[in-house]
């Protein structure tokens, strides 16, 4: 076998060199590196036909270019590449010594771990599960005593094993540390960019790149600066917009909270059951005291179950009255432009399509507010990355990894999400079935959409308990997740498990400042789409349910009829205006009935009764295609352009709630179909884009759709039998 090149890394003290001495012996020699005072040190290693060149590194704590030596090492390991590296770590200080190897990690080189001085770590009453850390970590673990040889001849066996690839090396491109939300998105974004160009491809890895460049590493921003300029000036914008957002938001830098991610990531690994120790821990930081009660086996759930229900009862509770307030405004805006403007296409357009429309959907902009607010608390403070780390352990049960988690909550596991950012996140999962089985159950999740729909139907038809049913909602949308989860990794993606690793970031106090910005940024995203997507098509919708409009026999009938009105009462009388109404509010009801909404709405009945929906809700239903918000918007407009009953009035929540066609029963049936039918059109093309082919963005909307109707027609059928 001819010669490989070793290198050895690891943290100051933690034994390397004693390592580097045990294997080469005498046969070593020291110099320094071209142009710094850094030593380096080069020794052989030959043991039963195994020959080798071993580098001894360095010692540094991390690859960040902050001294000459992190700088040496960094280097020598992306320009030389090494067949092998061993990262050296010391047993008895497993949290401080693992920040490197996340970095090695994310450097996606051929790496093994040895443990070293497992037998400190012993005397110090701390036994390690190598096998499990090996596990968590994805990479080869041994345990070692470098000093008296102990399990060195197994790490250098299985280094020349990985070296002559009779054992295949770890796959580092699918590990990917999550640095929350904000820096998350920004790194998708750089990292595209950055493949695009295949910019430094045969040196780093993409995302290691836009990592360094978030993280102001100035030396790594020089060599993309000299390989292409004008990408250098884009990603460096990319970096300064998120470093301004988080020191706005977290009052902190992106380094500092990348280091407070990855430190995360090691306490989730440790936290695994790897160390178990045989005496009281009498110092432990504040984090972890908060987290043996909110993590608890027994009793985190019970809190979180708590935490989530109290979100709902402040939410429902303190937007009560300005979700009123904002439903008269536009109550009065609508009654003002009627009263502005002649009978007409435009003055329909205005007060149907636009106000009762997208009226309809600001409607619940308070609401949306404080629901984000309180999510902007949690995420802030670190609590959501506890709630997944407790969330793997039934996650497993259902065949998914433990990172599926925070792709559920992106997608409003908690409340208020979106499955776009959803369907991206399961970008860090490791097996392509888990990740195929999350991406496509993630939009099962009560996004920001499906609020104003939830909002709306729990607020007219069980006011008494609306945070209870809201609660009650939030947990079977969980609930369905991961039982069709489990369906799909019991028949079309078979396949078994993969380790999973949380994030536990250390608690923080949320700044105000940070809660307002999280808060009005997705409020801002809802009011916007509110006024130009689902304006929009709010807009087409009221033409599709305005023409072709009746035909002239059937506005001639109306004509007479007001015309009888007016011979038979006094003109203005309350008997005459009741009259009129009432022949207005039926021609408007036959006109939606036989426009081109209306028509499809109808002709979907011969389906939809089953479910207890009539047309008008059919309507609702194709326009959700597009954007579930849009259910509300038309709704609106389908019900203030069918308007049968003269008496009804109010916000849409009042007259459904007065519609003989609408029940308790039919409410629950609607509530169910739109909470699990088809993703929106934004989030079928995301699916299409991120599982590479449409048939499986086909295939979400068909068996998603599907199973929402049968359960909507199950729960109708077995409630009309039981006599609700």
Avoid at 445 to 472: E, Q, S, T, W
């Amino acid at each position: 076998m001819s010669k490989i090149t070793l290198a050895l890394t690891g943290n100051p003290n933690a034994g390397k060199t004693t390592l580097f001495n045990a294997l080469t012996g005498a046969r070593q020699h020291v110099g320094n590196y071209p142009g710094v005072t850094v030593e380096r040190k080069e020794g052989a290693y030959e043991k039963d036909g195994f020959e080798a060149v071993i580098v001894d590194l360095p010692g540094t704590y991390s690859l960040t270019a902050y001294s000459e030596e992190e700088v040496v090492a960094r280097n020598f390991l992306a320009n030389e590449k090494p067949a092998v590296v061993i990262n050296i770590v010391d047993a008895a200080n497993l949290e401080r010594n693992l920040y490197l190897t996340c970095q090695l990690l994310e450097l996606k080189i051929p790496l093994i771990v040895a443990l070293n001085m497992v037998d400190v770590a012993k005397d110090r009453g701390m036994d390690i599960d190598v096998e499990k850390l090996s596990l968590f970590l994805g990479v080869p673990v041994f345990p070692i005593v470098a000093r008296s040889g102990r399990g060195v001849d197994d790490l250098m066996l299985a280094a020349g094993d990985m070296a002559a690839g009779r054992i295949a090396p770890p796959d580092m491109g699918k590990l990917k540390i999550s640095y929350g939300d904000d820096i998350d998105q920004t790194l998708l974004s750089m990292t595209d960019m950055i493949r695009e160009r295949n910019l430094l491809d045969k040196k780093y890895p993409s995302r290691w790149i836009a990592v360094k460049i978030v993280e102001n590493d100035e030396i790594l921003i020089q060599e993309v600066r000299a390989a292409d300029s004008d990408l250098a000036d884009r990603l460096l914008q990319e970096a300064e917009k998120v470093a301004d957002h988080l020191l706005k938001t977290f009052d902190t830098y992106p380094e500092a909270l990348i280091a407070d991610h990855r430190y995360g990531f090691i306490k989730g690994i440790l936290k695994r059951g790897i160390i178990t120790h045989h005496y009281d821990e009498n110092r432990l930081y504040t984090s972890d005291h908060i987290d043996k009660v909110l993590t608890n086996r027994f009793a985190g759930p019970l809190i979180m179950l708590a935490v989530l229900f109290s979100i709902y009862q402040i939410t429902f509770s303190l937007s009560a009255l300005p979700v009123t307030g904002v439903e008269t405004v536009f109550n009065w805006l609508a009654a003002a432009v009627d009263g502005l403007l002649a009978d007409g296409p435009l003055k329909s357009m205005l007060i149907s399509g636009v106000i009762n429309g997208v009226g309809g959907v600001l409607g619940f902009v308070p609401l949306i507010m404080l629901m984000f607010f309180c999510i902007a608390i949690l995420e802030d403070s670190g609590y959501l990355a506890r709630v997944a780390f407790m969330m793997d352990r039934i996650f497993r049960v259902f065949g998914l990894h433990g990172s599926s988690v925070m792709a559920f909550i992106v997608s409003g596991g908690i409340a208020g999400g979106c499955a776009v950012p959803g369907v991206m996140a399961t970008r860090t999962l490791r097996s392509p079935k888990e990740r195929m089985a999350t991406l496509l159950t993630v939009p099962f999740m009560n996004c920001g959409a499906k609020l104003p729909i939830l909002a709306l139907l729990i607020g007219a038809f069980f006011a008494r308990h609306k945070a209870l049913y809201m609660f009650a909602f939030t947990i079977l949308s969980w609930i369905i997740a991961l039982v069709a989860a489990k369906v799909l990794r019991m028949t079309v993606l078979r396949g078994t498990p993969t380790p999973f690793v949380m994030e536990l970031p250390p608690y923080r106090f949320p700044t105000f400042k940070g809660l307002m910005i999280h808060t009005w940024e997705r409020s801002w995203q809802y009011i916007k789409k509110a006024g130009t997507v689902i304006l929009m098509i709010s807009i087409i919708l009221w033409a599709m349910m305005t023409y072709p409009g009746l035909n002239p026999e059937q506005k001639a009938s109306f004509m007479k009829e007001r015309a009888r009105v007016a011979a038979l009462y006094e003109p203005g009388s309350k008997v005459s205006e009741k009259r009129l109404l009432a022949i207005d509010n039926r021609e408007k009801a036959l006109t939606l009935q036989n426009s081109i909404a209306g028509k499809i709405g109808v002709a979907m009945e011969k389906v939809t009764w089953l479910s207890g929906f009539e047309w008008r809700t059919n309507i609702a239903l194709l326009g959700g295609f597009a954007a579930k918000e849009v259910v509300v918007s038309t709704l609106g407009t389908a019900y203030s352009m069918g308007e049968t009953d003269p008496e009804a009035s109010g916000s849409l929540g009042v007259r459904l709630a007065r519609d003989p066609a609408w029940s308790p029963l039919v409410a629950l049936s609607a509530l169910l179909f739109m909470m699990f039918y088809a993703p929106c059109f934004v989030t079928v093309v995301c699916i299409a884009r991120e599982s590479g082919s449409w048939n499986w963005a086909l295939f979400s909307v068909l068996y998603s759709t599907t199973f929402a109707f049968i359960l909507s027609t199950v729960v109708f059928q077995v409630g009309r039998l039981l006599g609700f």
